[in-house]
T-cell receptor
Framework: NAGVMQNPRHLVRRRGQEARLRCSPMKGHSHVYWYRQLPEEGLKFMVYLQKENIIDESGMPKERFSAEFPKEGPSILRIQQVVRGDSAAYFC?????????????FGSGTQLSVL | AQSVTQPDIHITVSEGASLELRCNYSYGATPYLFWYVQSPGQGLQLLLKYFSGDTLVQGIKGFEAEFKRSQSSFNLRKPSVHWSDAAEYFCAVPSSGGYNKLIFGAGTRLAVHP
């Protein structure tokens, strides 16, 4: 049973370009969370999605960032017109249900570097 | 509002020595508490969690943590550290909402000397 798969592992973009980060949850998991880790900081919650629904996007920047989790295929975190401050590690996690006592499984992350 | 503080940014110990990583939390009710470990280039792995009951929680890799309500602490311990324990350790509590929206501390980076 493969774990949470994120790709790419490393993504380099120039300022103004778009970044697309993909996350395939564990098999059987329909709840996906995205977190961002800035250098020397802990992870910060960005968004929580279930299939085809955004449940909580309170941690998403108001502009340029969007997320989706379609009925088929991986969850996508999209960053438009990237800036240097977007450089960070982006982690996806999944769980079988959304409750706190359900174990959260993390992917290995995508390291985004903006030149 | 819920919050987590990890006072130690870096800790260095010798292999075989004991370890204690500190975590203090602010939480409105009886907290759920988690410790995660992040090895270089890897995602986070759950070490242990406290929900209720026995305040001494056993986890994987020989780690344990003790919940102390009077001190608002949930410190992580290991009696004898191995070189492979070098990693970054994060304490976390859930945010409001009842789902897996976690608030993480800033982390403690552990170095192990041979």
């Amino acid at each position: 049973n493969a774990g949470v798969m994120q790709n790419p592992r490393h993504l380099v973009r120039r300022r103004g370009q778009e970044a697309r980060l993909r996350c395939s949850p564990m098999k059987g998991h329909s709840h996906v969370y995205w977190y961002r880790q800035l250098p020397e900081e802990g992870l910060k919650f960005m968004v929580y999605l279930q299939k085809e629904n955004i449940i909580d996007e309170s941690g998403m920047p108001k502009e340029r960032f969007s997320a989706e989790f379609p009925k088929e295929g991986p969850s996508i975190l999209r960053i438009q017109q990237v800036v240097r401050g977007d450089s960070a590690a982006y982690f996806c996690a999944s769980s079988a249900d959304g409750t706190t006592n359900e174990k959260l499984f993390f992917g290995s992350g995508t390291q985004l570097s903006v030149l | 509002a819920q919050s987590v503080t990890q006072p130690d940014i870096h800790i260095t110990v010798s292999e075989g020595a004991s370890l204690e990583l500190r975590c203090n939390y602010s939480y409105g009710a009886t907290p759920y508490l988690f410790w995660y470990v992040q090895s270089p280039g890897q995602g986070l792995q759950l070490l242990l969690k406290y929900f209720s009951g026995d305040t001494l929680v056993q986890g994987i890799k020989g780690f344990e943590a003790e919940f102390k309500r009077s001190q608002s602490s949930f410190n992580l311990r290991k009696p004898s550290v191995h070189w492979s324990d070098a990693a970054e350790y994060f304490c976390a509590v859930p945010s409001s909402g009842g789902y897996n929206k976690l608030i993480f501390g800033a982390g403690t980076r552990l170095a192990v000397h041979p």
